[in-house]
């Protein structure tokens, strides 16, 4: 099974700074990858796919890079809205496998 | 809407049964392959079950294989996980999610509809 580990386990952020949050496979899942993210009390929200679609609706301030083995999520310009934890998921291969999570906070 | 309304969860004894239900509607869920994804307290997501747009097809994760069987009844719009020989372990918030992929091969994919979930408690 794919093991997905994700960095920085926390990310103190101030509002208005940049974000990157990474993503590795333990082997290759080429580029099918997608990011979540998940505030208290809510349900995962689908926000990259392909490692670098936007999901409908997301805003272009979360970018997606990467292929192989190493994902990065970044956030341009952090929002009041965007302290949350997030998710990497890899769907190239059977169990689609989650990453620990990041969460970002408020610094 | 796209809306997909997880029922059934609650308490339970260890070794003990429950069947969740995840109601769907907007959407045509005959089309569409579903999930089963799990949250334990302060923990992050894993994955559990999926079942192919026909229920022709499932899969398991290798922590549930054996105990867990998922179903759907696409005249109802409905899915279920049938919970069995319950563990601690199995404690958590369960969310159903739609699978996005185009196509009817069921292979792994990304979950672009999320249920809020619901809980499962397992504790004598």
């Known amino acids: 099974e794919i093991v997905m580990t994700q960095s920085p386990a926390t990310l103190s952020v101030s509002p208005g700074e940049r974000a990157t949050l990474s993503c590795r496979a333990s082997?290759?899942?080429?580029?099918?990858l997608a990011w979540y993210q998940q505030k208290p009390g809510q349900a995962p929200r689908l926000l990259i796919y392909?490692?670098?679609t936007r999901a409908t609706g997301i805003p272009a301030r979360f970018s997606g890079s990467g292929s192989g083995t190493e994902f990065t999520l970044t956030i341009s310009s952090l929002q009041s809205e965007d302290f949350a934890v997030y998710y990497c998921?890899?769907?190239?291969?059977?169990?689609?496998?989650f990453g620990q999570g990041t969460k970002v906070e408020i610094k | 809407e796209v809306l997909l309304v997880e029922s059934g969860g609650g308490l339970v004894q260890p070794g003990g049964s429950l069947r969740l239900s995840c109601a769907a509607s907007g959407f045509t869920f005959s089309r569409d392959a579903m999930h089963w994804v799990r949250q334990a307290p302060g923990k992050g997501l894993e994955y559990v079950s999926g079942?192919?747009?026909?229920?022709?097809?499932?899969y398991y994760a290798n922590s549930v294989k054996g105990r867990f069987t998922i179903s759907r009844d696409n005249t109802k719009n409905m899915l279920y996980l049938q919970m069995g020989s319950l563990r601690a372990e199995d404690m958590a918030v369960y969310y159903c999610?739609?699978?996005?992929?185009?196509?009817?091969?069921?292979?792994?994919?990304?979950?672009?509809?999320w249920g809020k979930g619901t809980t499962v408690t397992v504790s004598s």
């Open positions: 392909s490692a670098s």
């Open positions: 079942i192919s747009s026909n229920g022709g097809s499932t």
């Open positions: 999610a739609r699978d996005s992929s185009p196509i009817t091969i069921f292979a792994p994919y990304y979950m672009d509809v």
């Open positions: 998921q890899q769907y190239n291969n059977w169990p689609p496998a």
């Open positions: 082997q290759s899942v080429s580029s099918n």
